[in-house]
Structure formats: structure tokens, C-alpha cells
């Protein structure tokens, strides 16, 4: 299949984030990208004082108190960075970022908060820039021509990280928030910090996570118990199956549930909750898919899908016809429950107009829990030290993740965002954005971020050589129906040995 056809298919069945994200990693694989190196999650230390930081800026732009895609080989020796004048920062983000229908996040920046930011700081100016593909940003890094402050995930901030491109952030962060352990999601404000650089590659700007969205209406119709708190993986295979309807011929009609159809996002954390992992996490370089407790899990899943079927096939609802199965699945009665993003609210209000719906955990495994939790982040070009406007863009850093800001990201953008003192009026801001909201209990997911068990996917050292064989496998298991569980023991020791050849290659960086 070409990369046009899947690019198609993938942008009606998969979040925008997977979207962009495989995107970038087909462009790299065409484009005959080497070794890309993407962060685990390995906690950072707790802050520590730097020789050097920033000058101090307006205290009142700190955060207050607390309550992708890969990229192209870019070339070796970076060009000096465009001259930019001390007080000018180039800001480059997504006019798509917020949730909520009808803003514009561009015009709303430049309209509402760049204001706001130059009454406490009127000798700075911002510009914006619409963001660009995470590729030609690399290649824009290596020219000297990238924006100073840009929005980015990962795998691509760890790549731009690896290249030398970015700005280490701890040593202002030492000197002007040196809480911020404190003041922000933990499992997202980890995902920051690069064990093999030692340093902050950025800060968060917000969280996305998966929860299961759910018809509460199909549940009633086939006398299945809502799904509770501490409901299991039996449970979640013993509701789907009940919840699976048949037409006369035995065509399935509506499936139970969809797990996330993405293995790095979706199955892998079923893998995790099995007690497996994708990896190790000392060396991230060491493929762990054919432990015995990583196979279970991928049996599990695989089952579901193709003896059972319970669990809808990536293929089947590709087939349904509905111009997004990713928002539309749910609201169209092909689904009963659906693992997603927290971008279904608005779609949801609006497609379950007179039938109830509501929010469940993702369900406990044999061994633990896990769903996918994956920041947005912002980072600073590293050529802000030759445009001499680094403390120019730390301050606008701050700002962006200080208080008034990210209470933005909730009541303007609908998000979930990384400072932990706004978070608490997420469920709030929401609901006022959107009334019909009222009855549908937000809080699952903010009692997910309590829970503590949302993460970071497990990527590699060298994440695009792992993916180029992992992907395939799960391919065959999970969208073809062609291999079982048995595949890893092939798969786990070649990824390894990719892994160490790669290091090697890469000077055993």
C-alpha cells in the first residue's frame, strides 16, 4: 500500500497526534532517514542548580502556585541563526489546536494573548508563524531559519533534542521556577527530560489521554452493567461481547468496543497491564515483545478481534463508510464503546444528541494498568543564543505555561493542560464551553491523571529502526489477522539487533 493511501485512511480512522505522527515517520523511511532517537519515560531529576541561566524576567509570567513524528537527517553543521533583534520572539504552533468549534488559535493568540503578555512584558514582540511539518523544521534548524518558541511532540522534539537543536531548559528553570516538579503533571513533565542528553528538552503545554467513550443507552438495551472504576479486561471482553450485535445473516453490526487501533499508543498498553514491556528501560534499546507476559497480551487483543470479534477490526472500520470512524463510530451505532482521545467531547454532544453517553476507565489487567498519555510540548530553538534573544523567549516560555495561559488551553481550547493548578477547572471549563456536557462525568479523566496511569509511549533509542519492524508484525496481527503472538519470539531478537547496530553506527551514542 502507498504512503498516499495509508496517509487517506489513516486521517479518517486515528487522532490527529497519530495522524501527523505516522505521517512524519513514512516521510522519514522514504526519505531513507538513519538512527532517531526518541525519550522514554524515564523520570527526571529533581531541580538542580545550573552554573548559567537566564536573566531574571517578570516574576509575574512564572507558573504560580500548584493547587511524532520522526524526522529527516538534517545536515551535520548548522548554519548561524538569522539575526533577530533582543526583544522578538517568533512563535510557531497549530491553528488547529483548540478543541472547541469555531476558534482559531492563531487569531486568538494574536488577538488575546500576545496582548496580554506585552502588558507585563511591552518590550518584547510576538510574532506567529503557523507551524510546519516536523521534517522541514529540522532542515529549517540546520539553515538558522527556525521560529524561536515551537509546539511540538514527541518522537520529533527527541530527534531535534539528539541534533543539538534545542535550547536545554533546566538551567532556567533552576534559576526562575525551581518547583516545577511540583507544579505539573508528573507523568507528562517526565517525558521532558532526556537521560542520555541530561537535559530539559522542553515545557508542557498540554495532556492528551485515552478513555473509553461509551453508549449508555446500548448498554441498557442488552442488560450489561455500566463499566465501573475497577472493572477488568475480563469484564471489558465479557461487556463487548454481550454488546456485539448480529444481523440475521451474521454480519456484525455494531462491535463492542474498538481498542486504540495503534500499537505504540493503543496495544502496547494493554502490553504494559499485562505485566510485559516494549522495551527495557535502562537501555531502551532491548525489544522485551516476546516475553511471555508481552505475548498474552497481544493474544488477548488478537483474539478479540478475529476469533471473537467482539472488538472491531482496524479493516472493518475502515469498510463502514463514515467519512471519520475516529469521532464518528460511537454517534453512528457501530460501536458500542471506543477507546479515544479527550478530543470526542464536542463530536459526542453533538452526535449523541438524544441518547446518553458517558466516560469509562480504562479497564485494570492481570498484572497493573495503562493507557496512553501523551503531552504536547513546547520547546525553544537553540538559536535564540546566537539571535540574542534567548531570555526574550524564555520569557514568553513562562508565560505559556504560567497560570493565565493555561487556563486558556482549558476554557479556551477545551484541553487538558500540564500545569496542575489548572487542571482542576478542567471539568469545570469544559462544561461551560459546552452545557450539554453536564451529565457526562469529565472527572474519569482527571481521576485517570490520580491514578497515576496514563504514560509516555515506549520508544526506542532508535525508535524509526525499531518501527520499521515492529510496525509490520503488528500489522499482520492486528489489521491482517495473518499472525499470532508467536511472531515476536522472531521479531524481539531482530529488533535488538537493530538497535545495537544503529548505537553503533551512531558512534554508540
Not at 552554573?51 to 524576567?57: D, G, V
Not at 529549517?140 to 531548559?169: F, H, R, Y
Not at 495503534?262 to 494493554?270: T, V
Amino acid at each position: 500500500m502507498s504512503v498516499a493511501r495509508r496517509m487517506h485512511m489513516l486521517s479518517k480512522t486515528c487522532s490527529r497526534r497519530r495522524f501527523f505522527q505516522y505521517g512524519a515517520l513514512s516521510l522519514g523511511a522514504v526519505a531513507g532517514s538513519a538512527v532517531l532517537a526518541a525519550c522514554g519515560a524515564t523520570p527526571a531529576p529533581a531541580a538542580t542548580k545550573a552554573p548559567e541561566a537566564a536573566t531574571p524576567a517578570s516574576a509575574g509570567q512564572a507558573a504560580t502556585q500548584p493547587p511524532a513524528p520522526a524526522a529527516t537527517e538534517a545536515v551535520a553543521t548548522a548554519a548561524p541563526a538569522k539575526a533577530a533583534a533582543p526583544g522578538e520572539v517568533r512563535f510557531a504552533m497549530w491553528d488547529w489546536y483548540a478543541y472547541t468549534p469555531g476558534i482559531k488559535w492563531d487569531e486568538w493568540n494574536q488577538k488575546t494573548a500576545f496582548p496580554k503578555f506585552n502588558e507585563a512584558n511591552p518590550d518584547i514582540k510576538v510574532s506567529w508563524e503557523p507551524m510546519d511539518d516536523f521534517t522541514k523544521v529540522l532542515t529549517q534548524m540546520s539553515a538558522g531559519t527556525a521560529a524561536d518558541v515551537m509546539s511540538v511532540w514527541d518522537p520529533a522534539m527527541t530527534v531535534w533534542a539528539e541534533k543539538g537543536q534545542l535550547l536545554d531548559l533546566q538551567p532556567f528553570i533552576d534559576k526562575d521556577i525551581p518547583n516545577a516538579d511540583s507544579l505539573y503533571i508528573p507523568l507528562a513533565w517526565q517525558q521532558m527530560w532526556n537521560k542520555f542528553k541530561n537535559m530539559r528538552m522542553g515545557m508542557l503545554a498540554d495532556l492528551d489521554i485515552t478513555s473509553i467513550y461509551y453508549n449508555k443507552q446500548a448498554f441498557e438495551e442488552a442488560a450489561v452493567p455500566l463499566p465501573t472504576k475497577d472493572w477488568t479486561t475480563d469484564d471489558y471482553t465479557a461487556a463487548a461481547t454481550k454488546l456485539t450485535k448480529k444481523d440475521s445473516s451474521g454480519n456484525v453490526t455494531r462491535w463492542g468496543a474498538e481498542i486504540r487501533p495503534a500499537f505504540w499508543e493503543g496495544y502496547a498498553n494493554y502490553i504494559l497491564a499485562f505485566g510485559g514491556q516494549v522495551r527495557d528501560d535502562e537501555t531502551q534499546m532491548k525489544c522485551l515483545l516476546d516475553s511471555q507476559d508481552a505475548m498474552d497480551a497481544i493474544e488477548w487483543m488478537r483474539k478479540g478481534m478475529f476469533e471473537t470479534n467482539c472488538f472491531a477490526q482496524p479493516n472493518q472500520m475502515s469498510a463502514s463508510g463514515l467519512p471519520s470512524t475516529w469521532t464518528g463510530a460511537v454517534p453512528a451505532g457501530i460501536l458500542a464503546m471506543a477507546e479515544r482521545s479527550a478530543d470526542q467531547f464536542f463530536s459526542m454532544a453533538d452526535g449523541m444528541k438524544d441518547i446518553p453517553w458517558d466516560i469509562a476507565h480504562i479497564p485494570q489487567g492481570p498484572k497493573g494498568r495503562s493507557c496512553m498519555g501523551l503531552p504536547d510540548q513546547w520547546v525553544i530553538y537553540k538559536g535564540v543564543i546566537d539571535r540574542n534573544n534567548k531570555d526574550a523567549a524564555w520569557t514568553f516560555m513562562k508565560f505559556l505555561t504560567g497560570e493565565w495561559y493555561q487556563n486558556q488551553i482549558v476554557n479556551v481550547a477545551a484541553r487538558i493542560p500540564g500545569l496542575l493548578s489548572a487542571v482542576a477547572n478542567w471539568a469545570t471549563g469544559l462544561r461551560k464551553a459546552e452545557p450539554r456536557l453536564e451529565k457526562v462525568h469529565l472527572e474519569t479523566l482527571t481521576e485517570q491523571l490520580e491514578m497515576g496511569y496514563p504514560r509516555g509511549d515506549q520508544m526506542f533509542r532508535y525508535q524509526a529502526v525499531a518501527a520499521e519492524i515492529i510496525d509490520p508484525a503488528m500489522q499482520q496481527i492486528f489489521t491482517e489477522g495473518k499472525a499470532d503472538a508467536k511472531l515476536m519470539k522472531e521479531i524481539a531478537p531482530k529488533v535488538t539487533a537493530a538497535q545495537q547496530k544503529a548505537a553503533s553506527e551512531a558512534g554508540g551514542a
